[in-house]
Every structure is written in C-alpha cells, then in structure tokens.
C-alpha cells in the first residue's frame, strides 16, 4: 500500500535535551471514507502484543477484590487508571507443569507446554516449541516487512548457566531464540534504515541472490537441525530481499532516537522504555509489524532499579530478601506496571479508523510466577489489553476457575481470527476460549 | 534523570551499534568513562529462592557427578521432544538420548559408554573468528566487536552455542551490512586492492577476476568453490560491473564472500569412510577445525594446500601440520579462551557493586582483578604447564599497583603486573582467594554462599545441583525485624525448608567457608560486627575456610577429570554425554600421565578420533 504522508506530529526530545522529532504519519489519508477498512478495502491490521515483567507481583496488592466491570484499582494496578477501561485483568488461571521454578512459568507462557533441558547443566533449559508469538506471527505476520519485533528495556548480558528459556521471551523453536533489543538506537536503525538506490541496491539484491544459491545447495547435505538453522538464515536473507523491494513510502523515517547503548550497568529504564514505546508506537502506526514482544525485566537479568530510592538488590533477589512488607519491592512492582501504562497510553493516544491503534491489538502482560517470594504457579497476574479490533470487550475483571493460563492464548488467537482448535500441550492443553471477555 | 545519569548517557559515544545488548554483550571499554557494563548477578539464580540452605544431614547429600546431559525430569515432559521444531539440535547432539538423570552408579550395559564422535553440525563463526578471519583473508582491521551479531552461550561454551543455535534475522542483517562496510575499507584503497589481486582486472570473466574469485572462494570457503558457486560469484562482480566499473563489480563480490553460509558457517559434515558407520571429516574440514582451534582464524594456504593434496589424510601429515601450528602464539590465546569460560574469569568484569558500600570498586580495580586470574591461569596451566588442581593451592599470583593497594601488600612502583608469593599467614591462596572471583561471584551488596558454591560445584567439579523437587512452592520463614544475622546465620535460616536444601544443600557449605572475604573479595575479620564462623564441608570431607577449601580440593581427582571433559566440549562444541566417556577417561589418562600438561591433553585430542571423526549425520 502506498501513500503520502501530510501531516507529522513532532515529539519534544526525550533524551540530553536533544529535541528528536518524530514523524507520525496519518493513517486517515489510507483509509476509506468510513474510517474502518484501508481504502483498497483490506481490513485495519489486528496485533498482537506481547508484555512481560519478571519476578511476578505481591498477590494481595494486584488483584482488585471486585469481579466484573466494577472492579477498583488496587495499589498495584493503579498505574494504569489512565486506560482501566482498555485492559481486562485476569485472576485464577495458572501454571499447570510442574518444574523448576521461574523456568516452568516461562515456558509454559510462552509455548504452552513445559521446558526441555538443552546444555549440561540442572539450569540450562530451553523452549521445546515456537513461542506463541511466533507461531501467530506465521498467519498475521507474514506480509508485514517486519514479521515480528522483539523489544526490551533491561537485559544484563550475563549467562550465568541459566538457559535459554529463561533468557529470551520468544523463541522459532528449541535452539532459536529471538533475543529482546535493548537498544532503542539499534531499534531504530533496524526499523528505519535509509533505503538503498542506485548501485547498492543492484549489488545488494545480486549479493542475496547468490547468498541464497549457496544455501540452497548446501541443504541437501545437512542433518535436520542443521536444515531448521540454514532455513531460518534463508527466510532472513528473503526478508532483508523484500524489504528492498518494498517502496519506501510506507513511512517516513522519524529522527534518530539520539542515545548510545544502554549502559548495561545502570540503565536509564525510564528513558529506554520511552524510546522503545515511542519506537514501537510507530512501527505499529506505520504498519511495519502485526505482532511484538516486549521483554521489560527478566527474573534472571538481575536489574536494579537504581531511580526507585532504597532499591539496593536486584528485583529477584529483593523478592526473596526483604523483610516485612517489602516496601522496595512493592515500589518495583508500581513503577513496572507504570512503565507498561506509558505504552498502552500511547497506542491508545494513536488514532487509527474510528479507534485507536490500541483497539486494534489484542495484548497480554504477564509476569512468570505470581509472587516472586514464593514462586507460586497459581493466579498468575495477566493483564489484556486491546479490543483486537472489536473481537474482545474491555474493562473487566474476570476469575478464571483455576484454570489453565494457556486459556489466555487461546482466548487473544480466536480474537485475532486464527482458527486454533487448542493451545498447550499436556497439562497445559486448553481448547475452549474466555467467553467472559469476548464481545 | 538524575544529573550524573544524564552525563553518563550523554557521554556515550552516538555512533551506532549494530550489535547490542540483545541478552548478553557488555564487553568492557577500557578507557570507557562509563562504568562497568553489566549488572551483575547477584544471589544465585537458582531454581530455588536465592538466599539459601544447609543444615542437619546436610553433608551426607552426595553431590552428583555429572556422565551426562539432564534429561528433563518430572515435569519437563519428554512428550515435547518429538515431532517439531523441539527435535531440532537438542535431540541431534546426544543430549536427549538418556532417559534419566546420571548418577554415575547405574550403569548397566557396557556398550552404553561405547565411544561414539559428536554428530556434525555447522559452526557459525564466533566473534572473535570472524575478526581474526577478515584481518587474515583480507588484510583490513575488521569491525569493532560490538558491532558484531554477538556470541551465545549454551552449555558453559561459546562454541557449543555456535554450533547449536541458529543465527536471528538481525544477526543476518548485521553480517549482510557488516559485509559491504568491509568490502568497501579493501577496494577504497587503490593500493590494497591491487595487493589482493595481484594483476589488471577489466571484466568479470576474464583471467585476472576469475583467477581471484577461485583463489579467495577457496579461502573464504575453506575448500575448492564448486564451478556453481564461481558462477554465482562471477554473476554479482558482472551486474555491479555492469552498472559501473569492475572494481565496484569485485567489492560486491568480496561482499558476497563475506556473507556466504559457507563463510558464516564452518561446514564440517565428514564422508562415509568405508563401510564404517562414522564420517571422517575431510581433509579441508581439519585444516578447518585445526586452525580455528589452535588460531582463532581460517587456514593458512599451506594448510589448505596440505588439505587440497591429501596431506591431512594421513597421521604422519596430520601430525606435521598440528606441530606447525602448536607453534604458533595465537594458540595461548586459545588456552586462555578455553579457561577464560570454564573458570568464568570475566564474571568480575560485568560485576556491579553497591557503589554506597564499596566506593573503590570500579572499572580500575575490576581490571586489576581480571587481570591478576588471566595471568595466574595462563601463567600456571601455560608457561608452567602444571595441573588445574594444584593451581588451587599455588601460593604465586600477579598484582598491579590498584591490587596490590587493595589487598594491603607493598606496591612495586612499576607499571604492570609482577609476581607475588603468598606467605602462611596470608587468608588467600591459590585461583579461589583471587578477589576477580569472590567479587565475581558475590551479589550486588552482599557476599553469596550460594553463589560461590555454586561455582565450585560446577566450574571446578563438573558437578550437577540436583534440581529441586517439583510441585512445592517454597514459603521462607522472615528475618526478624531488627535482628542482625550473619550470613551463614540468614542462610541457615532457611534450612528448615525441604524444597529449596534439595539444591542449595550441594551448595551452601562450599561457599560459606569464604565468608571472610566480602562482597568485592576484601578481608573481613566480622559479618555484620559478629564473628565469622568459617567450616565448611564438601563431599562430606569437612575443612576450614578459604585454605581448607582449597587444600580439599586440590586433593580431589574431579577437579582436573572435570577439567579434562569441559576442554573436549569446548574443542568439540558439544555437551558431552555416553558416546564421549571413554574418550574423555583416554584423554583424562594422558594428562594425568603428562602430569597437567595442557598442551599435551591438546596434542592428544586433536589426534583422536573425537576430532577426526563426526557420527552419522541425522536425516
């Protein structure tokens, strides 16, 4: 779809007092006279948004005592009562696998099913499916120039024996993580990159060409793992091939975000958590993805939240360590969902038809156990947010009955239209949806 | 933003990096003005709750030793492993093919320990062998390391990630962008590029170009091009000619090299050999697999002229090329690799200190540190080629000025390192009583007997922590409010808890004798202002602090067996499991025999079959 952008709205800058403008386009000049449908008559995207914070919640501080529309802010929630009647929070659905702890809660939200172990240690898992994400973003993802983006605010760069399950958020299968970017300048690179003319253009698509050729003839002779890996490579080298093709006015390019790499020891979260939600914001507005994830913190990453006073430990081990009413923790859990606010705050400040692009997502935040202090697998906290284009209703707070949390999935993927007939394997398998949420 | 974040961020250099902190990076920039990278870990990320346990019965838990991968146990479903995308690599590389947990003590069939070569698998290049190949094959100083899809790890090991894991679209675009930056350095420069070819280009067919394509498609390729893949060559060189001039046409050549699976991948496969069940690797794939072990980089021409006349086939020519390369100095900067990730020399550097509690710990003391392990290691298993196990117990290290001000002995006033004898009276001794690796292995404002212990379990021991039983939420009794404890008091706290000692009982008395040493590896007499009570047992065997520790294992032949085995799974790439037991016990018996010389447990390995030979390739 091509068109020309009119009109731009420029951000004050975010970083240094540096003004970085960024150029939002109009998706009203792509629209039918409605507003409902592109006007070629393809049908308003639906996303599908992934938002996950480690080391879980304190129970009685997250869940409203209230059940339905009536449901009151809890201390925990308040953060977000700029868009209480976006979001649905969710109680009463669960973790079913067994397993170590943190490693089985984020497996099993992420693929549905429990760990396997890959290296040689008790820690070293890894996913044994494509994550949720990546399995949807096959059917809706797969004309957007960016099949799916992986973002993330803190990630601490150490491996500590702890597996690949524990430190990537999606994943193409065992052995293929998709790594969150914490870089908001990397981001912005990859997103916006300057299109190639003239000769770099020829020489690139005649590069990828015979790149292409000499997977080709290499992947006969490989073992079938080995084919899983020079595939993906391939379906990369076809996608950076698109994308060259693509014409360039899908977007303009907004300006440099103007920030170095994160310093990973002490990271500005706030700051990068804007850059990444003003990113994302456009990519979203701009069409460039259908389907993303958002790693904020691992349990693993040992962030400390250096700007929250008093926070002198890493979240997770904060979560086992304080005493009492773990006052620091308690500020760590406010700022986080504070921090997944501003993002909801700018899908829903974006118009798109006769909504916002908020309405057309269907989003889940989620966190891998419910307490970290005692890394229970019950009531997982799960917030959705997002109409998916009018398929889900809003502002509800709903009780699950102890049910599988991979009820969720299955819940946002009839949403988004896909035909599942269930999610979730073993124990975790669920093949009936939410009804409650569902318009 | 606080004002001195704000200059923190400002300061940075806004010159792009491709290649960021996705989940891991934090090299160090030694002149940054910007502190350490990396937060580090603080208590141990265990399955259990990080604090920790011991208690009664405690040192009557044996700790396992390790034959092989954890297979998934209760709960990790073995139903995932069939069918998809889960069969890929995990099932394919041994891991997956015992059913249970090892103990060492079930061993039933004989045939099951039958030696049995890792299977084949591609190999992207890592870091560190992409750069050392670019500055090899084309003479250009190659891009920054951070600009670079960066490394992974599984398994403790680079190498075993590089093996298993598949490269992400972002990694492809870096190397696909990476590689027009780099042909554009070598064909900027009239001289160079006239260097590399060697003679007067004018078309893409003719002599000059297509002598160039075949000689460097053998280089980059590691092998004779295929007549398909010269033609794919000559087809880029000829439209970007084309459109402008050959010289343009040759850079988007060199581009396609660059960015060639062939390149990106070592494609080490084998052949069927006979009539035998196993692959030899050919003769291009050991100068392969010898070069990159023994260099860092791609093959020098001799190699692969020896491998192009069937020299490596034979043991006699084998044997002349690995003597030609043990001569190398780059092969110490393989050794140091190797100990650099067994013995997590670096966990010092992306540490991150409570900077209210330990204001003199920054970048300055952190290299200090890193820098006094890299040279004890190198110094001991190297140039003194004696045994890992002894270095516990060695009283020599290294100190600078910044180390040697900080554990309190006289500065040399020189620049650099000089030796250091530790005397009886001094706490410290050996590779543990290093600061780089209590800090390393501290959390962020406290010290970690988990942690530490840890370490010592599996770093040194090859030892597995048992995974915690399933199903148990574990609910931790509060420290009073008010109480001051010391550590060992806060972690035996929790000993009452039967969940969390499963893991933490393996653990905690290792790590606890070290308690005289805080957070940042400084002496301490007290924890809190309350003695320190310093036993320890591991095994059962009880001793007495940091010396106790480390005379009890110096005396225990798991440190070097364990030693022996992760050095095989570095070269190799590979977890090791059945298959490669009674290649590791041939290899364990040589350097044990060899008395800890390395390069002779490095010798040995490259002529046995382990390395020369690849199992079936798996359909």
Redesign the interface.
Known sequence: MKFSLTRRTVLRGLACGVPAAVALPMLDVMLNGNGTAFADGTALPVRLGIWYWGSGVHRNRFFPAQLGADWELTPELAPLAGVRDHINILSGYDIKSDGIVHHVGTAVMKTGQNYIHLGGGTFDTDVAAPSFDVSVAESIGASSPFQRLDLGVFSDGNFKGEGLNTRALSHEGTNRPNYAETNPTAVFERLFAEQSVGIHQLGRRSVLDAVAGDAESLMPRLGASDKARLEQHLEAIRAIELRLDASAGACEAPMHPGVGAPDLARPDMVLNNALMVELLGIALACDLTRVFTFRHHGWTDDPVFWHLGGASDTHHNLTHNEPGDQPTVRGINEFTMGELAKLLERLAATPEGDGTILDNCAMMAYSEVSEGRDHGRENIPIILAGRAGGALRTGLHHRGNRESATKVHLTLVRALGLDWASFGRDENQVDSTISEIEA | ??AN??R???N???????????????HRHRHSP??????????L???????VTSGPGADDLPIME?GE????S????E???SG??????????G??DDGAMDDGATDGDPMDDAFAPP????RRLTVAEYRNSVRDLLGVEPPAE?DLPPD?????FTS?AAR???????A??GF?EL??EIAETVFADPARREGLLGCEPAQADDACVTGFLTTFARRFYRRVA?A??LM??T??VE??AA??DIW?GLS?GV??LL????FL?R?E?GEPEGDRSWRRYTGFELASRLSFLLTGSTPDDALLDAAEAGVLDTPEGLRAHIDRLMASPRVQDAVIGFFSEQLRLD?VA?A?K?P?LFAEFGPELADAMRGELERLVLDWVWTQRRPVSELLVSPKTYVNDTLAEFYGIPASGEEGYVEWYRDEADPRIGLLGAAGLLAGNS???ETSPTRRG?YVV?QLLCA?????P??T????P??P?GTVLTMRERVELHMEDPTCRT?HVAMDPVGLPLEHFDAIGRYRETDHGLEIDASGTISGVPFEALRGLASTLADDPRVDACMVRRFY?FALGH??GRGDRQAIAELEVVYRAAEGDFTELLRELLEHDAFIYAAE???
């Open positions: 933003m606080d974040s704000k923190i961020l400002c940075q250099s806004f010159a792009r990096r491709r290649f960021v902190p996705a989940d891991r990076r934090g910007v502190p350490l990278a990396i937060v580090a870990a603080a208590l990320v265990s399955g259990c709750y990080g604090g390790t991968e954890l297979e998934g209760e709960g990790a479903g139903g995932g492993i998809g995308p889960s069969d890929d690599g995990a099932m394919d590389d891991a997956m299977p084949p698998a591609l951070s992974d790890s599984v398994g403790g075993i298993r894991l598949a490269m992400s679209p972002a492809i675009e696909e590689s027009f295929s398909d893949e794919r060559l087809t880029v439209n970007v459109a402008s343009t988007y581009a396609a960015q060639s699976p062939s991948y494609v496969l966990s992306k991150n409570d209210e959390a962020y404002a840890r599996e597995v922590i048992p995974e915690p399933p199903g939420e574990t609910n931790l509060e420290v409010a893991c799974e977890s090791s390739v798996n359909p």
